[in-house]
């Protein structure tokens, strides 16, 4: 009976863990999508704001990855 509700816990902290998934694809729509408009905006720019909008990118995806391994952690590490 103890374990079974160990098991739910350890199942439902790594679904919450894993809802930090979103917030990178969340964020990773964002900035693609203010930077398409100022390139769209000021053509003349856009190797600037390609730059700018791939180091963005690396950042929102980071944020997922560290959500996703927390997840991992929650599932195996117990």
């Known amino acids: 009976m103890e374990g ?3 098991e739910a816990a350890t199942l439902i902290g790594a ?3 894993a809802i930090g998934v ?3 694809g969340i964020g990773i729509g964002s900035v693609v999508g203010g930077a398409v408009q ?4 000021n053509p003349d720019a856009a190797p600037l704001i390609q730059t700018n909008m791939i180091i963005g990118i690396a950042f929102a995806e980071a944020v997922a990855i560290y959500a996703l391994a927390v997840a991992f ?3 195996f590490a117990s």
């Open 73 to 75: 952690i929650i599932l």
């Open 4 to 6: 079974d509700i160990v």
């Open 38 to 41: 100022a390139m769209g905006r």
């Open 15 to 17: 679904g919450l863990a």
């Open 22 to 24: 979103t917030g990178g």
